[in-house]
């Protein structure tokens, strides 16, 4: 009995770090929209959230890269250093909370 609860627990465990690697998946693709509409510094941001959260992944990683090429062109090094730090700080819970309501 006690292995069903454990192996229930691992699987609901498994589950939430998958949507969590989504979730961050979804920002670096946000961050890629934001940078095509010239909004250079929160797609940082997001970056800075999604590429430094304890689930992130090599997955995200490689989904990111192509924005931050972009950002690397166009922000200062000091510009996205910042704006990086500043999205490391950011709360995932809250920001997908954020673009929900937005988008609703």
């Not at 989504?22 to 961050?31: D, Y």
């Not at 999604?50 to 062109?73: F, G, I, K």
């Amino acid at each position: 009995m006690a292995s069903g609860r454990y192996s229930k627990a691992r699987r609901g465990s498994t589950l939430a770090t998958g949507q969590l690697i989504h979730n961050l998946e979804t920002l670096s693709g946000i961050a890629s929209l934001q940078v095509k509409a010239g909004q250079y510094e929160p797609a940082a941001e997001l970056l800075g959230l999604a590429l430094n959260h304890s689930a992130s992944s090599v997955d995200v990683q490689q989904y990111a890269e192509p924005t931050m090429m972009t950002l690397r062109a166009t922000l200062t090094d000091e510009e996205l250093a910042a704006a990086l730090e500043r999205g490391r700080a950011l709360d995932l819970t809250e920001i997908v909370g954020q673009l929900v309501g937005a988008a609703e």
